[in-house]
């Protein structure tokens, strides 16, 4: 079975950084383009990123564009989510979603996600 | 930035019921459009894809129609399970979210 693994989230106050890694399991990581996205509470869920299978094509949101860097390591089967000089408008539950295809296509399989808190 | 606009926001419906749920596009995104399931707790799910096609293993009760701007999710005969909040999705271009359609216990 497909599945995705976020981790990493936590409280951290604004300005300061997360790491967040998404392990997958249950297909071949390395054919899959995958994304970050979020939901915030009470709010609906937004896209941040997309990066393509050999990491060649990636894309941000322009919410995130400069402070948030997406990267993969196929051998480790993870995805991440470097995010930097985090606001308090960050504050979301963090999904990572696999693509149906190699390229831009739907969501088909989304992880269970994690929180990341950004607060003083 | 394409917008999303799904109608209602709630719906109350019962066992046996046929639910619509509408979702609005403010640009043409051909059949580029897909719809969600989510679970308090839970990863979505994807129920539907490039407008009308049912995703593998998602039951028949779930169907899409529309193209364009306008779609609709229609759930057939609304079992125990679908209590739910839904959402459409365009992927057209990058991609964003409907605000969500919560269908709750009548």
């Known amino acids: 079975d497909v599945q995705l693994v976020e981790s990493g989230g936590g409280f951290v106050q604004p300005g300061g950084s997360l790491r967040l890694s998404c392990e997958a399991s249950?297909?071949?990581?390395?054919?899959?383009?995958v994304n970050w996205v979020r939901q915030a509470p009470g709010k609906g869920l937004e896209w941040l990123s997309f990066?393509?299978?050999?990491?060649?094509?990636?894309y941000y949101a322009d919410s995130v564009k400069g402070r948030f860097s997406i990267s993969r390591d196929n051998a480790k089967n993870s995805l991440y989510l470097q995010m930097n000089n985090l606001r308090v408008e960050d504050t979301a539950l963090y999904y990572c979603?696999?693509?149906?295809?190699?390229?831009?296509?739907?969501?088909?399989?989304w992880g269970q996600g994690t929180v990341v808190t950004v607060s003083s | 930035d394409i917008q999303m606009t799904q109608s209602p926001s709630t719906l109350s419906a019962s066992v046996g019921d046929r639910v619509n749920i509408s979702c609005r596009a403010s640009?043409?995104?051909?059949?580029?459009l897909a719809w969600f399931q989510k679970k308090l707790g839970k990863a979505p799910k994807v129920l539907i894809f490039?407008?009308?096609t049912v995703h593998s293993g998602v039951p028949l009760r779930f169907s899409g129609s529309g193209s364009g701007t306008e779609f609709t999710l229609t759930i057939s005969s609304l079992q125990p399970d679908d209590f739910a909040t839904y959402y459409c999705?365009?992927?057209?271009?990058?991609?964003?979210f409907g605000q969500g359609t919560k269908v709750e216990v009548k």
């Open positions: 979603a696999r693509m149906y295809s190699s390229g831009w296509d739907y969501f088909d399989f």
């Open positions: 249950g297909f071949t990581f390395s054919s899959y383009s």
């Open positions: 990066i393509s299978p050999s990491s060649v094509t990636i």
């Open positions: 640009q043409t995104i051909g059949n580029r």
């Open positions: 490039k407008s009308s």
């Open positions: 999705q365009q992927y057209s271009a990058y991609a964003t």
